[in-house]
């Protein structure tokens, strides 16, 4: 059974910088993912790395946000950068049974996993 436990979420203000965790519990060489759910808005996929370091973004990230891994900790992060008002939302991390971003890529039924979730709160 696979283990994704999230952290460093918090409240910032628009423009900040905040980076997320993922502790897995096993080997993260399948696609990895994270996702974001706000309120009455259903969850959108935000970013995804495949074994290969193939990365995949949603266009409102792109530019701003940045995925990677480290398999030696078996941890994923997920850099935000200039953050603004829309990006509030509970992040999840995800692992998929598929290996590449090109299969996977950020539709949420294509990943078996999921942690608790971070809350990223950014204010105006």
């Known amino acids: 059974q696979v283990q994704l436990v999230e952290s460093g979420g918090g409240s910032v203000q628009a423009g900040g910088s905040l980076r997320l965790s993922c502790a897995a519990s096993g080997y993260i060489y399948s696609c990895m993912g994270w996702f974001r759910q706000a309120p009455g808005v259903e969850r959108e996929g935000v970013a995804a790395?495949?074994?290969?370091?193939?990365?995949r973004y949603a266009d409102s990230v792109k530019g701003r946000f940045t995925i990677s891994k480290d398999n030696t900790k078996n941890t994923l992060y997920l850099q935000m950068n200039n953050l603004k008002p829309e990006d509030t939302a509970m992040y999840y991390c995800a692992k998929s049974s598929f290996l590449a971003t090109a299969v996977a890529g950020l539709t949420h039924d294509r990943y078996n996993y999921w942690g608790q979730g971070t809350q990223v709160t950014v204010s105006s």
């Open positions: 790395i495949d074994s290969d370091g193939n990365t």
